[in-house]
């Protein structure tokens, strides 16, 4: 499984960006799809999760009702929607794919194929 994350940039506070994993054949179809976000001098952290089929999708408390993501299957690829951007929310954003399913969609060990990162500056 191969994940390529892209779309990150420069933007002012309270832009839009969004970002894409374009996954290799089924993956995203086929398994959970997060992603994830480490800023400078701190943990990767959870941002969003989608599961399998779809019907379970979860956020952080911070980025509710600001971020979305979504899928396009016959892209296999998957994407974060992100509004009203501020500059907390600069950081590396991983996506990251998980073959088996849990409850602890927002444990990064849960994951099995991570992509290599795309970078979102949020200049206040």
């Known amino acids: 499984v191969q994940l390529q994350a892209s779309g990150g940039g420069l933007v002012q506070a309270g832009g839009s960006l969004r970002l894409s994993c374009a996954a290799s054949?089924?993956?995203?179809?086929?398994?959970?799809m997060g992603w994830f976000r480490q800023a400078p001098g701190k943990e990767r952290e959870f941002v969003a999760h989608?599961?399998?089929?779809?019907?379970?999708?979860y956020y952080r408390d911070s980025v509710k009702g600001r971020f979305t993501i979504s899928r396009d299957n016959a892209k296999n690829t998957v994407y974060l929607q992100m509004n009203s951007l501020t500059p907390e929310d600069t950081a590396v954003y991983y996506c990251?794919?998980?073959?088996?399913?849990?409850?602890?969609?927002?444990?990064?060990?849960?994951?099995?194929?991570w992509g290599q990162g795309t970078l979102v500056t949020v200049s206040s």
């Open positions: 989608m599961s399998r089929s779809g019907d379970g999708i």
């Open positions: 990251a794919a998980r073959t088996r399913y849990s409850t602890n969609y927002g444990d990064l060990r849960e994951y099995n194929y």
């Open positions: 054949a089924r993956t995203v179809s086929n398994y959970g």
